[in-house]
């Protein structure tokens, strides 16, 4: 009976141990830093692709048109090279075309001259042989006649002498058939080289011309190109100057909304005692979040892509639609209602002490606000409604946290 009560004992005594351990602080507090971590990591992402997150509108839209009219001239820059590269080439091959042509034409000149003077000796060697041919008809076979003469008593010398020119005029007669055959057929390579070089320097032309009008339509594209180029550098100056100076007024209103913050921490410091006493703070340890949405841009320095310059981002963006409803993150006092050219409509509100701490918290870019100064409210009471005045560029809650007189984080106190 003992041993049973003794472990039924000890089983209790290790279930009210695990719930102890569950329900400790230090268990709730690893399981609100796991909350906080995820609610924050949506947020992380989109700090990550907030590039003009401290721009107004008017400057984004400039720095968007640049962008477009820098793509613009880059576009038709490198159209307007590659119709002078194409132009360069155009004119270069019209340059060989030309040398290859005159090249071709006088070699062609050439051979008409070997072609005329071929028909000329051929000519003088069918007009000789026909001079031999003639001589034979009217005078008979030389050799025959000598030895006829022979016959006839004929000194036997002088047919000796009469042969031996008979063989001269054979041979002579047989170097004059062979001038005459060489003759036709250097005429026929004559011709045909005439030919083929008619054929090419007409082929020559023709590309010759082809690419002369090649090369001015790309002089008349690469001419409306450059009038093309010209006229958007001057819309890209335009553009630039534009940007340029919405950025300078950006900057200027940049600095006046960190000199507003600064200010309104030094009326929070400079609070007495008594007021965060009697801020009416309901004394929790934690704050409420002011709004149901996720968290699009942390708390935390920054380095701006486009104004160059460091800015702390002294709160946390709630994306949430204009006209959502804005509930105080604790109970407390309205210390201040007002519009600023950055914050936009915006509710200060003294919650009194927490954690040791004076705690003041703004909600700012509000459509409008729904308390006034001097009013109390309670924890999740509607004070306002969401939306994108000052500086901002869309709709959302920019929800911040002052502890004794400095900013902090919102997430550490959510």
């Known amino acids: 009976m003992f041993p049973t009560t003794r472990k039924a004992a000890l089983a209790v005594l290790l279930v009210a141990a695990l719930i102890a351990a569950l329900t400790s602080p230090s268990f709730a507090d690893k399981k609100d ?175 010759a011309a082809a690419n002369l009008v090649r090369k001015q339509q790309l002089e008349d594209a690469a001419e409306a190109q450059a009038a093309e180029v010209a006229q958007l550098v001057t819309a890209r100056r335009g553009a630039r100057f534009t940007a340029a100076k919405l950025r300078a007024a950006d900057k200027k209103q940049l600095e006046s909304l960190e000199a507003d913050r600064r200010s309104l921490e030094a009326r929070i410091r400079a609070l007495t005692p008594k007021q965060v006493r009697d801020a009416g703070g309901d004394g929790g340890g934690t704050l409420s979040y002011p709004a149901n949405g996720p968290v699009t841009s942390q708390y935390g320095m920054r380095f701006h892509p486009v104004l160059h310059v460091w800015k702390l981002h002294d709160g946390t963006d709630f994306g949430i639609p204009c006209g959502t409803t804005v509930r105080a993150a604790a109970g407390g006092t309205v210390l201040q209602t007002y519009y600023n050219g950055g914050y936009g409509n915006r509710v200060i509100l003294n919650n009194g002490r927490m954690r040791g701490k004076s705690v003041v918290t703004t909600y700012n870019h509000l459509t409008r606000w729904t308390v006034s100064p001097g009013q109390r409210v309670k924890r999740g009471q509607r004070i306002g409604y969401s939306g994108t005045t000052g500086y901002s560029t869309g709709c959302h809650l920019h929800f911040m946290v002052i502890a004794n007189g400095s900013t902090v984080n919102p997430m550490n106190w959510l």
Not at 38 to 61: C, F, M, P
Not at 126 to 149: L, T, Y
Not at 153 to 166: I, T, V
């Open 33 to 207: 830093d796991l909350e906080k971590q995820k609610k924050g990591v949506s947020g992380k992402i989109d700090d990550a692709k907030k590039d003009l997150e401290a721009s107004s509108q008017k400057y984004a839209a400039a720095v968007a048109a640049l962008k477009r009219a820098q793509g613009k001239l880059n576009t038709a820059q490198s159209k307007l090279n590659n119709t002078r590269g194409a132009l360069a080439t155009a004119k270069a091959q019209d340059a060989q075309m030309q040398a290859k042509l005159v090249s071709t034409e006088a070699q062609l000149d050439a051979a008409v001259a070997r072609l005329s003077k071929g028909k000329a000796e051929l000519r003088a060697s069918e007009a000789k042989v026909e001079q031999f041919a003639v001589q034979n008809i009217e005078q008979g076979d030389p050799g025959m006649r000598a030895f006829s003469e022979l016959l006839q008593g004929e000194d036997p010398n002088a047919f000796s002498e009469q042969m031996s020119l008979n063989d001269a005029v054979s041979e002579d007669q047989v170097a004059t058939m062979q001038s005459l055959a060489a003759a036709r057929v250097i005429l026929e390579v004559n011709r045909d080289r005439v030919t083929k070089l008619r054929d090419q320097v007409k082929k020559q032309r023709k590309a």
